[in-house]
Structure formats: C-alpha cells, structure tokens
C-alpha cells in the first residue's frame, strides 16, 4: 500500500513534514523530542496504511472481487496488530475487531463462490485457488475465536464434500 505513489498525499505529507521540521528548529527541540515526534510520524504513515488497505478491500468487496479484498484484509490486519503492538498510547491503530470482522466476511463470502465454483463446474481447478485461500485461512486461524470457530466449520463443509467424490 506505502508503495503505490498517491501525489496528493505525498505532498500533503511533505508539507506537514516541513512545517512540523520548522516548528522543531523554532522550539529548538532536544534529540530525544525529535526521535519521538519522527516515530509519530512513522506510526501516522503505518495508521494511513491499515485505512487505505481497509478500504481498498472494503470496496474490492462490495465488487464481489473477493479474492483480491481478502489480501487487503490480511495486509490491514498485518499492519494494524504490528501498529497496535508498537504503540503504548490507546487509539493509535484501528480497532481490530472491526477489522477482523470485514475479513471474516469476506473470506465467507469468498468460501461461499469458491464451493459453489467447486460444486457445479466439474473442471475447477483448486490449485490456483490454493495460493491464496490457504495462507488466508492460516492468518484467521491465528487471530479471534469467532475466526478459529468458523475455519473449523469451514474445515468439516470441505472435508464432507471431498470425502463425497471419492
């Protein structure tokens, strides 16, 4: 997400970047104050991160693009537990189970296309879907219990539906 080059934001984040160094030269701030005014700063850009990768998949989404927004999902999730970890201050990272909870409805609803794909089209392929479905399945079964509730359901729907074409 960082990576994408978005001109708008990057020179507002210059500007603010500017003005905060002028107010920092002007207050003649210690080292210290400016190592943690910079760390701000880093987390600012890492909290910028966790809202765009959330709703670039919030609207992947609502496209019926799940198996792009699921990789969003993860990437919001993977960010926001590494901001909220960082942080000692409250309400520095997004609230994780809103989070959690748009992944978890996007992965049922993706589970939903991918066994009905599986069910009527007889030459579905699996293995493609294997890339991505799986390491997305391994990331919510680390995190709530709400999630690691639902892969077991998800595990027993795939396990009864093999066993019935053998």
Request: hydrophobic letters at 40%; one cysteine or more.
């Amino acid at each position: 997400i960082r990576v994408l080059p978005n001109s708008n934001n990057n020179i507002r984040l210059r500007i603010f970047k500017l003005q905060a160094q002028i107010i920092c030269h002007d207050m003649q701030m210690s080292n210290d104050e400016i190592q943690e005014y910079q760390k701000i700063l880093s987390d600012y850009k890492d909290y910028r991160s966790v809202i765009a990768a959330f709703l670039a998949g919030y609207q992947l989404m609502n496209e019926d693009k799940f198996d792009e927004a699921i990789t969003y999902f993860c990437v919001a999730c993977e960010y926001n537990l590494r901001l909220s970890k960082q942080c000692t201050l409250p309400m520095k990272a997004m609230d994780s189970s809103l989070l959690f909870k748009a992944r978890r409805l996007c992965f049922e609803r993706w589970n939903d296309v991918v066994l009905h794909r599986f069910k009527t089209d007889p030459n579905y392929r699996l293995d493609t879907m294997t890339h991505q479905f799986l390491p997305c399945l391994m990331q919510l079964k680390l995190s709530s219990d709400d999630d690691q509730a639902y892969i077991k359901e998800i595990q027993r729907v795939w396990c009864l539906l093999l066993d019935k074409l053998e």
